[in-house]
């Protein structure tokens, strides 16, 4: 009798610390997908912060440590995102020679190009109400492509004067079997390219810099593609924050989250 409850302990034990690791490695649950997502970071060389002198002097960091930090951090929220939708791969904390690899080809054979963003899926969808509602509902505008060629100088991204409102930093692959090559080596579905972050003083008041209502509009810049190299959808996120507002870890703790969000919505993680 004690030797088969000792039996029973032990396979009490050994479960117990199944269930513990699983919860950290094994998601057993339905609604996660079978979708393995790839998220390559921004190029470093082309991050804009103009925010970055006074942020480095109230932080007591280096310009190339804010970036740094901004750039994992991002990175670790795009991951813990998706963690209960699909199964996402970091290339960015991999310390394999492939990897390195995957990220020096990432960055030398690309070039940008600035294209009117992509329509947005909504937080919340509108719920139509009434029984004429099916015929009086606002016609979805027909997307259309809007390319402003730029290039990269001295990493920044250089092009003729246009409004950039709407538009977003879309990378360009001069290899065209580049996506393809990496998802069938990885065992991908998706790719999402975080292009660019860019942090911005909205300068359209000349006087508004010394206002307590200033402000500066985070913006990350993204593409998404499947295992084919079709784009799936090509936008940007952003926010706004306080002009003034020094504490990096506060704009990472309350901006970062909606930036996040917007580009998960725009995710299929069904198909």
């Known amino acids: 009798m004690k030797n088969v409850l000792k039996i029973h302990l032990v396979c009490l034990l050994l479960l117990s610390m199944f269930n513990g690791y699983a919860q950290f490695d094994i ?9 393995r997502i790839l998220i390559l970071p921004f190029d470093p060389s082309i991050y804009v912060n103009d925010a970055s002198m006074m942020w480095a002097q109230a932080n007591g960091m280096s310009h190339e440590e804010i970036r740094e930090t901004l750039r994992l951090e991002l990175n670790r929220r795009l991951h813990i995102a998706m963690i209960d939708s699909c199964e996402s791969v970091d290339i960015l904390t991999s310390y394999t020679k492939e990897a390195r690899n995957d990220l020096l080809g990432l960055y030398t054979t690309v ?11 909504p937080e919340e969808p509108e719920k139509e109400s009434g029984i004429l509602s099916g015929f009086f509902h606002k016609k979805e505008k027909k997307y259309t492509d809007t390319v402003v060629k730029a290039r990269r100088v001295d990493g920044e991204i250089q092009g003729r004067k246009y409004s950039t409102h709407d538009k977003y930093l879309h990378v360009i692959y001069n290899n065209p079997d580049f996506i393809p090559e990496l998802c069938k080596r990885r065992r991908l579905d998706k790719v999402l390219f975080v292009n660019q972050l860019e942090i911005v003083g909205n300068y359209g008041d000349p006087y508004m810099s010394g206002s307590s209502k200033a402000s500066r509009i985070i913006k990350v810049h993204y593409s998404l593609y499947d295992f084919n190299g079709r784009l799936l959808h090509g936008g940007h996120a952003s926010t706004e924050i306080p002009f003034h507002l020094k ?22 993680f069904s198909q």
């Open 27 to 35: 998601d057993l649950s339905p609604e996660r997908s079978k979708q």
């Open 111 to 121: 070039s940008y190009e600035m294209r009117r963003s992509m329509a947005d899926n």
């Open 247 to 268: 504490d990096i870890e506060e704009v990472m703790k309350i901006y970062f989250p909606p930036i996040v969000r917007q580009i998960i919505l725009n995710i299929d």
